[in-house]
């Protein structure tokens, strides 16, 4: 189990945020991250940005371009705080 910083423990975490971390984690990846950047990216969605570790010094340069900013060096590319999601990214439309 993991502790915040105010040091209440968190709880197990479920099926469903286990997904939603790794298709954040994929997203990031295909933006360009490397797999470590991209995982505290992902936990910055989950668990908030101040609590994730900032990028690499390789990956920094990528993160700057994201539209949405911050704490912690971090930018997000979400598009449930106005990103709009590049063509390689768009979901599939079912045929």
């Known amino acids: 189990m993991t502790k915040f910083a105010s040091g209440r423990a968190a709880s197990v975490e479920t099926v469903r945020q286990a997904r ?44 700057d371009t994201f539209p949405v900013k911050r704490v912690n060096g971090w930018s997000s590319w979400s598009p449930r705080h106005g990103a709009k999601l590049s063509a390689g990214l768009r979901p599939r439309k079912a045929i």
């Open 20 to 63: 939603s971390f790794d298709a954040y984690k994929r997203r990031y990846v295909r933006l360009g991250l490397c797999y470590p950047c991209a995982a505290q990216a992902a936990y910055g969605h989950q668990l908030g940005f101040s609590l994730s570790k900032p990028p690499c010094h390789a990956c920094q340069a990528v993160v």
